[in-house]
């Protein structure tokens, strides 16, 4: 089964800063899907950006990029030029290609604090 | 509407009580996924439905936890006799049936168990 660590539980961040938050899996498959989704306490689950294994160029969305090292299973999210409204809980989740494997793995979470 | 709509937003349920949680997933999509998220938890798989076929229920805890989809849109889940431990947020997603396409999800459901 595959599995999502995010080791880190709470980042913070000035404004206009960049924060990088962490994150690892670990799965057999080949072919796969990452993902990073923004929680506000709205509790709607937005996504932010995602990232096709088979793809070598890491993504990017604006402020938004990923570090994604598939040798490593690693899949960190840089948030450059932090505004207030980047605060809330950030999910690192992982899904299959295989077909009829839809459902999403999500890790614990990591909250993120923005400081004025 | 425009996204995935849930309700309600919050329920106090009595220990012992059944509840019903419903999904109106984003018009045209096909796969509709239930969560469940513990307070200072990730999201966790309970249930898949395509259209009105239940492709996955691997992850429903126990047989008190039913989910469907009828007639392929709008889902319910429904939870028997509720525990204390089913306390947490009910997330509902939809997406259309291609893999490479987003899940847009709701606002979730927050059960209390008393």
């Known amino acids: 089964a595959q599995t999502v660590t995010q080791s880190q539980p709470e980042m913070s961040v000035q404004e206009a800063e960049t924060v990088t938050l962490s994150c690892t899996y670990d799965t057999s498959e080949s072919d796969y899907y990452l993902f990073w989704y923004k929680q506000p306490p709205s509790r709607q689950m937005i996504l932010v950006i995602r990232?096709?294994?088979?793809?070598?160029q890491n993504a990017t969305e604006n402020r938004f990029s990923v570090n994604f090292q598939k040798a490593a299973k690693s899949f960190s999210l840089k948030i450059s030029d932090s505004q207030l409204g980047d605060a809330a809980m950030y999910f690192c989740a992982y899904r299959s290609a295989q077909g009829g494997s839809e459902k999403l793995v999500f890790g614990k979470g990591t909250k993120l604090t923005v400081n004025p | 509407g425009a996204g995935v709509s849930q309700s309600p937003r919050y329920k106090v349920a009595k220990r012992g009580q059944d509840v019903a949680l419903r999904c109106d997933p984003i018009?045209?999509?096909?796969?509709l996924f239930w969560y469940q998220q513990a307070l200072g938890q990730g999201p966790e798989f309970l249930t898949y439905?395509?259209?009105?076929?239940?492709?996955?229920k691997s992850g429903l805890p126990s047989d008190r936890f039913f989910a469907e989809r009828p007639e392929g849109s709008v889902s319910t889940l429904k939870i028997q006799r509720t525990q204390q431990e089913d306390s947490a947020v009910y997330l509902c997603?939809?997406?259309?049936?291609?893999?490479?396409?987003?899940?847009?999800f709701g606002q979730g459901t927050r059960l209390t168990v008393v």
């Open positions: 990232q096709e294994a088979y793809k070598q």
């Open positions: 018009s045209g999509h096909v796969s």
């Open positions: 997603a939809s997406s259309l049936a291609e893999m490479n396409t987003e899940a847009f």
């Open positions: 439905f395509q259209n009105e076929a239940q492709l996955d």
